[in-house]
T-cell receptor, first 114, second 113 residues
Framework: AQKVTQAQTEISVVEKEDVTLDCVYE???????LFWYKQPPSGELVFLIR??????QNEISGRYSWNFQKSTSSFNFTITASQVVDSAVYFC???????????FGGGTRLMVKP | DGGITQSPKYLFRKEGQNVTLSCEQN?????MYWYRQDPGQGLRLIYY???????QKGDIAEGYSVSREKKESFPLTVTSAQKNPTAFYLC????????????FGPGTRLTVL
């Protein structure tokens, strides 16, 4: 069975600090997809990134970057120079093979203080 | 604008009553999903539908029912059999392939009084 673990339930940083959100996954499939979503206080989940199991290249998008390592089954998310607007709950999720369903981690609540 | 709408945003219900949560999408997506989120927890899948007139149970389907009579609509009924229905309910849709991201609605917060 697939499983996603986000060990950090809550992180608090001061604005402009860098912060990394950890995500560890378990799957028996060789083909799978990993996602990160952001849930601001409004409640609606916002898609951030998708990565497939065959592409281990790291990705950078502005202040956001993602590090995918199959050797450690991790897909970590780093925010550089955090801002108050980054305060939200962040979810890592996994989709296996041909199953069109997401398994979510428990989420990490990030609080960025001014 | 394309997107997913859920109504109502807040819903109050007395114990023993059934209640239906609405979810509509105009993204022309084949697949639709219902999730439940409890405070401080992740999302758990209730039901999903890959195509019209077909749906499958997710991890926590007991006490819930759905229908998919139209591609754009996937209502969720919370029945009186659901022991602890107070939660935040999120509807999502996707193109239907496992590599496609899911798009989420704004959610409905259900409180049982």
């Amino acid at each position: 069975a697939q499983k996603v673990t986000q060990a950090q339930t809550e992180i608090s940083v001061v604005e402009k600090e860098d912060v990394t959100l950890d995500c560890v996954y378990e799957t028996r499939d060789t083909t799978y997809y990993l996602f990160w979503y952001k849930q601001p206080p409004s409640g609606e989940l916002v898609f951030l990134i998708r990565r497939n199991s065959f592409d281990e290249q790291n990705e950078i998008s502005g202040r956001y970057s993602w590090n995918f390592q199959k050797s450690t089954s991790s897909f970590n998310f780093t925010i550089t120079a955090s801002q108050v607007v980054d305060s939200a709950v962040y979810f890592c999720a996994l989709s296996e093979g041909m199953r069109n369903m997401l398994t979510f981690g428990g989420g990490t609540r990030l609080m960025v203080k001014p | 604008d394309g997107g997913i709408t859920q109504s109502p945003k807040y819903l109050f219900r007395k114990e023993g009553q059934n209640v239906t949560l609405s979810c509509e999408q105009n993204l022309n997506h084949d697949a639709m999903y219902w999730y439940r989120q409890d405070p401080g927890q992740g999302l758990r899948l209730i039901y999903y539908s890959q195509i019209v007139n077909d749906f499958q149970k997710g991890d926590i389907a007991e006490g819930y029912s759905v229908s998919r009579e139209k591609k754009e609509s996937f209502p969720l009924t919370v029945t009186s059999a659901q022991k602890n229905p107070t939660a935040f309910y999120l509807c999502a849709s996707s193109q239907g392939a496992p590599y496609n991201e899911q798009f989420f609605g704004p959610g409905t917060r259900l409180t049982v009084l």
